[in-house]
């Protein structure tokens, strides 16, 4: 696991205009001769660009590279936007000057700039126009938030109102559910996504009699947090040629049903219908999934062949897919958030459906929540 702790680098001392930069290379231990101690852990490193594993910029050991701009000072300028007023908790509201000076610039993104080569991300945060001061005024707030975090994955009541833990977290690396039951019903969903999904695939589960003899495209009827995460996930990990074509009908726009209806045309026999909703009762969700039942009555299919509902147990639409005998039905968690729900039966059976490796998605998920539980910050104060 790559450490969070990325930054060792010291703020460098003041340099007049016309004065010149080296960059010199140190150790992934850090260290650096010439000028003040400092030393980056991890640099960017992808196709793109590529930085020794530690660069730091100093103002003793002189090249021949010209420095305009003015002298810089600790705490460090502004870089580029402002932290808005209400957010800030630093001692100073006057607005900041923008920095102009480039040593100061490479080393605020030397020092701030996040890496984690496992998992090939890198955020730069050293645009943004933060101080020293404010950092060390918000570090209270990020110990709040890390113990809040702490308390959320540990199953507390996370909203009152409904009374509700929160736990996509769960769905990634599902030992760490607060009880042995959340921890099955998460390991056997997923046994069953991917089943369903490897029998559509195969032609194992098809549609009743059809020329191809086998589902070819997938519709899935949803909304906001039920169609977000799967479009993202089919259009940044889908395969060029998918085992099943994915659409969506994700608002209540008349012509834009009537639009995804006309395209499938006569591969709406073979379309596998999801019916993705939380809550189970979403207007716009009920009013798609009526306009698509009555496409199937126009052309002499039987919806209930081809119907799956993804909701929670004892909504609506799972009585309605219940009933009406649809080909299946899966489950969606209270303790799931909507707009979190890409990593349960929402956004895994699409995925999974398009031929996506979706235990991958899952471990890479859990690295991820890995690197948010990592308490340090910074380690350049
Ligand atoms: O999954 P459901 O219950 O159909 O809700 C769909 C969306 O509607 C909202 O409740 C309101 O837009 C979102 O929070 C949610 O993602």
């Known amino acids: 696991m790559a450490s969070l702790s990325l930054r060792l680098a010291a703020t460098m001392p003041s340099v007049g205009p016309g004065k010149t930069m080296s960059v ?35 103002r003793s050991a002189m090249s021949s590279i010209p420095v305009s701009g003015s002298s810089s000072t600790s705490p460090l300028r502004a870089v580029s936007s402002k932290i808005s007023a209400e957010m800030s908790t630093a001692p100073s509201t006057e607005e900041p000057e923008l920095e102009t000076d480039p040593i100061v610039l490479w080393n605020r993104y030397v020092n701030w700039l996040y890496q984690d080569k496992d998992l090939g991300l890198y955020l730069d945060v050293s645009r943004i126009g933060f101080s020293d001061e404010f950092y060390e005024a918000m570090l209270p707030r990020f110990e709040d938030a890390f113990k809040h975090m702490k308390e959320l994955e540990g199953g507390s009541i996370a909203n009152p109102d409904e009374g509700r833990m929160v736990g996509h977290y769960w769905l990634r690396k599902p030992e760490i559910a607060p009880t042995p039951y959340l921890q099955k019903l998460i390991l056997d969903t997923f046994d069953r996504v991917q089943k369903f999904a490897d029998d559509v695939i195969s032609a194992k589960i098809k549609p009743p009699p059809t020329p191809v003899g086998r589902f070819t495209q997938v519709l899935s009827v949803g909304i906001g947090g ?150 340090t910050v910074s380690l350049i104060l």
Do not use: Y
């Open 24 to 58: 010199m290379s140190t150790t992934e231990s850090g260290g650096c001769s010439g000028g003040r101690e400092a030393g980056v852990r991890h640099l960017v490193q992808n196709g793109h660009f590529s930085v020794p594993a530690a660069v730091q910029v100093t």
């Open 226 to 375: 039920s169609a977000l995460g799967p479009q993202f996930v089919a259009e940044a990990l889908a395969p060029d040629n998918p085992p099943l074509k994915l659409r969506f009908i994700d608002n209540t726009d008349p012509a834009g049903i009537d639009h995804q209806i006309a395209q499938l045309g006569p591969e709406l026999s073979s379309t596998l219908v999801l019916v993705i909703s939380k809550s189970g009762g979403t207007p716009e969700t009920r009013n798609g999934l009526l306009e698509v039942q009555k496409a199937f009555r126009d052309a002499g299919l039987d919806f209930s062949k081809q119907g799956v509902a993804i909701t929670q147990e004892g909504s609506l639409l799972d009585n309605t897919a219940k009933i009406e005998g649809w080909l299946a039905r899966f489950p969606m968690f209270d303790w799931v958030g909507g707009r979190t729900s890409e990593m349960s039966a929402v956004g895994l059976l699409p995925a999974a459906l398009q031929g996506i490796d979706i235990r991958g998605m899952l471990d890479g998920a859990a690295i991820m929540d890995e690197s948010t539980r990592n308490t």
